[in-house]
């Protein structure tokens, strides 16, 4: 394919790509449930034909175009660390306790990487600045769809039975909250050019700011608040960074001090939540039990989370994860899978850092600054709450993992010059 081919076939890519990541995001946030039907509270694993259909069809998609745009072998050699990682999941099929489960949901895990690395390796120009726009306006819509959702229909469609604060267009607030944590963080940082863009920009993050709000989540709330003050600490940078930073440590220090026991109790006090986080102290005193028992390789991708495992451990509810990214991968695929992840993050990282240059693009570095805000606080906080790492129906991975891409490709650029 010559030069001019090529150039040609860009926008059409780039539409069938933005296209297959839209479908995935609605997809984690929404389910792709009808505005006119209610919030079913159910412990059936509902949609997992949809689940299937969705990743399969865009990873197949994806490869094709890949191989016909003669940009297959370079992907992967470009993105090699996410690869590892996923060929260590489908690996852990080997030893897995349920081979059937770990096969469906280690090629699910593929899919979601292939779509991904198709849909950063169509974007020219300023891979990270256009990923990272695009996300944070798919989070403003959603949060302002589903306050309007919250005003002109009935309360059985925007909230759940079993959960109060407002789930909007998705099925339950903890699923709405982080989209619109992670709108917070990138909005506040991104910069605006037009009038246009500025509107859309401050209006988007009043509409994220107010629809976390409502969703009652803490975990997110704070998600939103560490990610802010991440992402304004990179863009401030040199004295006014050491000041920010300053404050930030002192904020820390008066924690140490108080004890993050009575803060926490405090913060959950505040939101009328419980303080054991809904059980989730008990049930990770259960986890870590059975990470103990295969420390090294773990039970085997998906595996350990049966249908109706967590009602068996805890009683009272039905949990189908740890409620922890970190456990739960060493609960999947042990030391050596975690090790195996941690490649990839700490060469975002690496990227990020190279990325932060003064001689680069302020736009990029803006948006550099959005996904460091991101990307640590669902380190930092989020994996600690919930699971979400190697997770493709999780709208956090899809984020995580479409900016970590986005980075590695921006610094493939800006090294070619």
């Not at 979601?112 to 950063?120: C, D, E, Q, R, S």
């Not at 003064?358 to 606080?377: D, E, F, H, Q, W």
């Amino acid at each position: 394919m010559n030069q001019a081919q090529h150039q040609d076939q860009t926008p059409r890519m780039q539409a069938i790509a933005f296209l297959l990541v839209l479908l995935w995001l609605v997809y984690c946030l929404n389910g792709f449930r009808p505005p006119t039907q209610a919030i079913d509270l159910s412990d059936t694993d509902a949609g997992s034909a949809l689940r299937q259909a969705l990743f399969g069809g865009s990873a197949l998609v994806s490869g094709i175009l890949l191989w016909m745009n003669r940009t297959l072998w370079s992907s992967i050699k470009a993105h090699w660390a996410w690869i590892l990682f996923g060929l260590w999941v489908v690996l852990s099929v080997l030893y897995s306790h349920q081979t059937g489960t770990t096969i469906k949901r280690s090629v699910l895990l593929c899919c979601g990487l292939i779509t991904a690395i198709f849909a950063v390796s169509t974007l020219n120009g300023r891979p990270l600045t256009r990923t990272v726009w695009a996300i944070a306006s798919i989070c403003a819509a959603v949060s302002l769809m589903s306050l309007i959702w919250m005003v002109l229909l009935p309360p059985n469609i925007t909230t759940n039975p079993g959960r109060s604060g407002l789930a909007g267009i998705s099925n339950h607030p903890n699923t709405l909250a982080p989209a619109c944590a992670v709108g917070c963080i990138l909005l506040c940082v991104l910069r605006a050019e037009t009038r246009l863009a500025i509107l859309w920009k401050w209006g988007g993050f009043v509409s994220c700011f107010v629809a976390l709000l409502l969703t009652g989540s803490v975990t997110s709330i704070l998600l939103g608040l560490v990610g802010i003050s991440i992402a304004i600490l990179f863009v401030l940078g040199g004295y006014a960074g050491g000041i920010a930073g300053a404050f930030l440590l002192a904020a820390i220090v008066v924690v140490t001090i108080i004890g993050p026991e009575a803060i926490a109790e405090m913060l959950f006090k505040s939101v009328d939540r419980d303080p054991s986080m809904s059980g989730r102290d008990q049930l990770w005193a259960i986890i870590w039990e059975q990470v103990q028992i295969h420390p090294i390789f773990g039970h085997g991708w998906g595996a350990y989370w049966t249908e109706g495992k967590g009602r068996e451990l805890v009683q009272t509810w039905n949990p189908r994860q740890s409620h922890n990214a970190y456990l739960d991968i060493m609960l999947d695929i042990g030391t050596i899978g975690f090790l195996f992840l941690l490649i990839p993050v700490l060469q975002m990282l690496k990227g990020a850092v190279e990325l932060r240059n003064p001689s680069i693009n302020k736009n990029t570095r803006r948006a550099v600054a959005g996904c460091l805000g991101v990307m640590i606080s669902l380190l930092l906080v989020y994996g600690l709450q919930q699971s979400f790492l190697g997770k493709p129906d999780s709208f956090t991975f899809a984020v995580f993992l479409c900016m970590a891409l986005a980075i590695h490709n921006e610094v493939i650029r800006e090294r070619a010059g």
